[in-house]
């Protein structure tokens, strides 16, 4: 993916269970609302009709062991359409899209937590995103423990939450080392901290990329 090309106004939210997302999703919603332009708040698996069919696939405990290689595609049949009909022309015509979860999700959890080859994501990622993405991830890191404790808080856990420690641990390791090998695009942020702590580091960062999209005006 040597000519990837990063679309300033779309930005992305991630994290293993129990990291916040909800609450800090709509946090950054309103900063990006301030800007004036059309902001567009979606998720992976999921965003259109058809990618949320396919995710109630994916996420639906079920007796018949799902073939990781099968979850991937169906991921990845989720994205094309998402990509295609939502995220891309709201891009194209000048609109913030921002959304939980995206690529990385794929590669911290089927990459790093199914064990699966990452040659076999980017082959899937460039025939769907055709070497596209965002210019800004916030990854809301903590530890496995902590968020599954967390998790455990909600409703009836999903497919994925019902997995092992071992795991999520290798989700987070995956998540760690992307944003090691991207820091300028993909930025921790310590979610073990108070909420008001974890939503000021959130707002510092993200209103730094917003002053740079208009200092620089991009479109």
Known sequence: MSKHHSWPRFITLEGG????????L???????????????????PGGTPLA????????????????????????????????????????QRGAWVLCDRFLDATYAYQGGGRGLDVGLIDSLSELVLKAQGP???????????????????RAALDRFEQEQLSFFERVRASYLARAEAEPER????????AL??????????LSAHIAHCEIHHVD
Do not use: C, Y
């Open 186 to 193: 993909m930025k921790r942020i310590d979610a073990g901290q």
């Open 135 to 153: 210019a800004l991830t916030l990854l809301l890191d903590v530890d496995v423990a902590t968020g599954m404790s967390r998790a455990s808080e």
């Open 17 to 24: 269970e129990g990291v916040g997302k909800s609450t800090n």
């Open 26 to 44: 709509a946090a950054m919603a309103e900063l990006l609302r301030a800007t004036g332009r059309e902001l567009v708040v979606t998720r992976e």
């Open 52 to 91: 949320e069919t396919i995710r109630e696939l994916l996420l639906a405990p079920r007796d018949e062991k799902v073939a990781p290689d099968a979850e991937l595609l169906l991921l990845f049949a989720g994205r094309a359409q998402h990509w295609q009909q939502v995220i891309l022309p709201a891009l």
């Open 196 to 205: 008001a702590a974890v939503q000021r580091d959130v707002a510092s960062v």
